[in-house]
Each structure stands twice: as C-alpha cells, then as structure tokens.
C-alpha cells in the first residue's frame, strides 16, 4: 500500500506599516492561491472597534474568507498567547484542505509569536491590570518609564519606550510575578507545522505618511468620533488604549480641540508605522517589495520560494 504524500504547508505572511496597502495585496494572494486569510492585525480583533481600526470593508471580507477579524470584545482580556494558540489552531484546520494560508497585519508582536512562538508568562490579576491603567491615565507615560526602568531596568533599555502598551505588559508581568520581565523571555520555543513565507510593503516615507493622513481623514468623514463617543464610557480598557482613541477622549474630556485630536492622531499614528518598520526591518527573512508593486511580482517571489 503507497503512502500518501506529505505536502509541505506554507503561511504567506504579510507585513507592513500601517496604511500601505497589506489587505489589498493579501486578498490578491489568497484569491490566487485559492486559500484564506488570517489577520494578524491585534487592533482589529474587537468587534466594537471598527472604524479606528481600518477593518477590512465589506467587499474585502466577501472576496476572501477572513479569521480573527473582530472576533473578541473590548471587555475580553485576549493576549498574544491567546492569538498563538487561536491561530495555531485555525491555520492547522485551514491546511487540511490547501498548502497555504496568508496571513496579514501589522502587529509585529503577534506575527513574531506565531510563526517563532512565544515566551511563557504568569497569570496577571485583573486588578493588577486596571491599577496600571489608571495610573498610565492619570500621570502619563513617564509613569510606565520609571516604573518599569526601576523594576526591570534590562528590558527597560531594549523596549520601545513610546509604546505604552508594551511597558504595560512588561511592567503587569514584573509586578503580578515578582521577577522582571526579562527573565522571561528567550526560552526554548515549539517549532512550527508550517514553512514561512515573510512578505513586506514598503514604501518612501513620505508616501506611507501621506497615505497615513488620507486614512484618518477618511475615518473621520466616516464617523470615528461618533465611534469613539460610544466606547467613552470604557475608554479605560486596554483595548481602547490606543491612537485614535486616546486623542478623542482628551477631546471629549476639554482638554484639547478635535482639529488638534485629529493632528495628534495623524501624528501619533505616523509614529506608529515607522516604529512598525523599525522591527520588521530587524528580519532577515522579510522579502520586501514597493506597495505599489504588481501583485504578480509578489506571488512569482512566492512560487520560487515554494518549487524545488
């Protein structure tokens, strides 16, 4: 009796700043590859998000089935490990019936933790959470800063020290354990089912911020500070604390005019794509391509990667 043949799995990673064009060239390569995607956008995860966070459109989500695309609410507590584990799960099912899946997004995190794996940490106590928040909220970032360059001060000189969801992590971690953060991480991992394929959308700097500013534009046409006055009653969430909304709640709160909010937010999410760039650009195995590029030029890059 032959055996069957064992066909290789692969998942099609896409990655880029925000803004430059992922879903689209993801929806050409799933389309050719007659395969589905799986969003690795963390932002996009909760369904009462929806025009902050540039949720593929109606006609994007028909052409291709989409996975992990407000599927959770603000009011869950879903962590990277969820994601690892959820997506782990779903492109395993997936592969059953085709050798590839795409996979798309932006939060370099959460792309690293499923196709590298992830450190293992300790529960964090809700309270332990909502304090951190509260304190982020009232006294601002430098909070997060001294806090955490005091009780791990190794991971304090590594991490983006801008991003304040990330010193939150670190610093619920170190207080809920007792041990810094940074002991940790770089643990021996599971490798994975699947063989990688990393693809990235670059583009000037220039063009990205422009693209950057028509977006928000078009958020705010569409109705994001209706969408934001809705979920100020959570806006302490961690889910909510994020660009977009932080800058609408200052504004709901007097403290700034929505023509600022709306600079702020164009700024601060600039800032958020080039620190976007900033790690993927660390990764070797990224091959990367003009976002203005042929989709044909993308999958031909694929079949080569894939042929032998």
Not at 266 to 271: G, L, Q
Request: one cysteine or more; aromatic letters at 10%; hydrophobic letters at 40%.
């Amino acid at each position: 009796m032959s055996e069957q043949k064992q066909h290789t799995k692969y998942l099609i990673t896409i990655v880029g700043p925000t803004a430059i064009g992922k879903t689209a060239m993801a929806i050409r390569v799933a389309q050719h590859f007659n395969c589905e995607i799986i969003s690795c956008d963390s932002r996009q995860f909760f369904r009462e998000m929806n025009i902050g966070t540039a949720v593929p459109s109606a006609v994007e989500l028909a052409a291709v089935p989409h996975h992990f695309i407000q599927h959770i609410s603000i009011f869950d507590n879903y962590t990277v490990g969820d994601f690892e584990r959820d997506a782990l799960a779903q492109i395993a099912t997936l592969h059953q019936k085709n050798d590839f899946v795409v996979m798309v997004g932006g939060s370099g995190l959460y792309v690293d933790g499923l196709l590298n794996g992830l450190d293992t940490f300790p529960e964090v106590a809700i309270e332990i959470r909502e304090g951190i928040i509260t304190n982020y909220n009232q006294h601002g970032i430098e909070y997060l800063q001294r806090q955490l360059q005091e009780l791990d001060p190794v991971h304090y000189a590594v991490v983006a020290q801008e991003n304040p969801q990330r010193l939150m992590r670190a610093l619920e971690v170190s207080i809920a354990s007792g041990q810094p953060y940074s002991s940790f991480l770089n643990r021996e991992k599971e490798p994975r089912p699947f063989v990688p394929i990393l693809i990235g959308l670059e583009g000037e700097r220039s063009a990205i911020y422009d693209r950057i500013n028509q977006r928000v534009d078009l958020m705010i046409n569409a109705g994001l500070v209706e969408e934001a006055r809705d979920l100020l009653p959570q806006q302490t969430l961690n889910a909510l604390q994020t660009v977009g909304y932080r800058e609408l709640f200052s504004y709901f709160s007097g403290d700034i005019t929505l023509d600022f909010a709306i600079e702020e937010i164009k700024k601060n999410t600039r800032r958020f794509s080039k620190r976007q760039m900033t790690w993927f650009r660390k990764n070797p195995a990224i091959a990367w391509f003009d976002y203005k590029s042929d989709p044909k030029s993308v999958i031909a890059h694929i079949d080569s990667k894939t042929t032998s």
